[in-house]
């Protein structure tokens, strides 16, 4: 609600500039009481966590994905690079570099990004690149491989994914969670956490990088927003969510899942 008065505010704002309505005439201004922003702590999940949805989408049996057979890459891809749903979601194959190990975000034909500082490359990290080669490696067997690096797969000409929800349900109720409970903006938060906890050049990672990771100008939303202090915190080079990490953590979990990949 704040995010439209706001949106509506400006447009009063221009339709003074151009006359459209008198000067110093704006409703939203007249508003004593305003929608407060939310200060509770936005969702995310610790890496362990993370790291059983992705096997959950990795296990899921083809017959269930209904139309969305990438959801694993392209879950991976939410967790591993941080990026906005659109910025994901409008990936272009040409976009993902295996010679430099970056991943450039960037406005093209498909989408626009959120701003001009959000242009930028992040690591392609090496669990992220051997699930992209592997699902590269696959659709140049199958003559599927167009521009986008996750194309609908509706019938037609290529496009974007449009709504993935379901099938990002399905990955969460086989990990665990609740139905509706995981978006992939926890994702975002997700890799912010576990980006935190790295290490650059054998020292912390500094908070201005993280923010230029993901396309911040600078690091309020970082301290404010998300960063986030896990209970699992291990300092390493890279930002990888692996089961075979976290045994003592998933323990049961992990069992019930690779149990039902089992029988299915």
């Known amino acids: 609600q704040r995010h439209y008065l706001h949106g509506l505010s400006n447009l009063y704002k221009r339709a003074q500039s151009e006359g459209v309505v008198p000067s110093g005439y704006n409703p939203v201004g007249s508003l004593l009481?305003?929608?407060?922003?939310?200060?509770a702590e936005a969702h995310w999940l610790e890496p362990h966590d993370v790291a059983l949805l992705l096997e959950a989408a990795?296990?899921?049996?083809?017959?269930?994905?209904r139309g969305l057979r990438c959801i694993y890459p392209l879950l991976a891809t939410f967790a591993l690079?941080?990026?906005?749903?659109?910025?994901?979601?409008?990936?272009?194959?040409?976009?993902?570099?295996?010679?430099h190990h970056l991943i450039h975000i960037r406005p093209n034909p498909w989408r626009r990004i959120k701003t001009a500082r959000s242009e930028r490359r992040v690591p392609l990290w090496p669990q992220?690149?051997?699930?992209?080669?592997?699902y590269l490696r696959d659709g140049e067997a199958g003559g599927g491989v167009g521009d986008l690096l996750f194309p609908s797969e509706t019938s037609g000409p290529e496009k974007m994914i449009c709504d993935f929800r379901k099938?990002?349900?399905?990955?969460?109720?086989?990990?665990?969670?609740?139905?509706?409970?995981?978006?992939s903006k926890a994702?975002?938060?997700?890799?912010?956490?576990?980006?935190?906890?790295?290490?650059?050049?054998?020292?912390?990672?500094a908070p201005w990088s993280v923010?230029?990771?993901?396309?911040?100008?600078?690091?309020?939303?970082?301290?404010?927003?998300?960063?986030?202090?896990?209970?699992?915190?291990?300092?390493?080079?890279?930002?990888e969510f692996l089961v075979d990490d976290y045994q003592k953590e998933l323990s049961e979990r992990l069992k019930k899942l690779r149990k039902m990949a089992t029988n299915q």
């Not at 992220?128 to 592997?134: D, G, Q, V």
């Open 187 to 205: 994702l975002r938060h997700s890799y912010t956490a576990a980006r935190l906890q790295t290490l650059d050049g054998g020292q912390p990672i």
């Open 58 to 65: 990795r296990t899921l049996p083809p017959s269930t994905t």
């Open 167 to 183: 099938a990002l349900d399905r990955c969460a109720v086989r990990a665990g969670f609740e139905e509706g409970e995981i978006r």
């Open 81 to 99: 690079t941080g990026g906005r749903r659109a910025e994901v979601l409008g990936l272009r194959v040409d976009d993902i570099s295996f010679r």
């Open 211 to 239: 923010s230029r990771e993901l396309g911040h100008s600078g690091t309020s939303m970082i301290e404010k927003v998300y960063g986030h202090l896990g209970n699992v915190r291990t300092r390493r080079e890279v930002v």
């Open 128 to 134: 992220l690149e051997e699930i992209l080669r592997a």
């Open 33 to 39: 009481e305003k929608p407060q922003i939310s200060t």
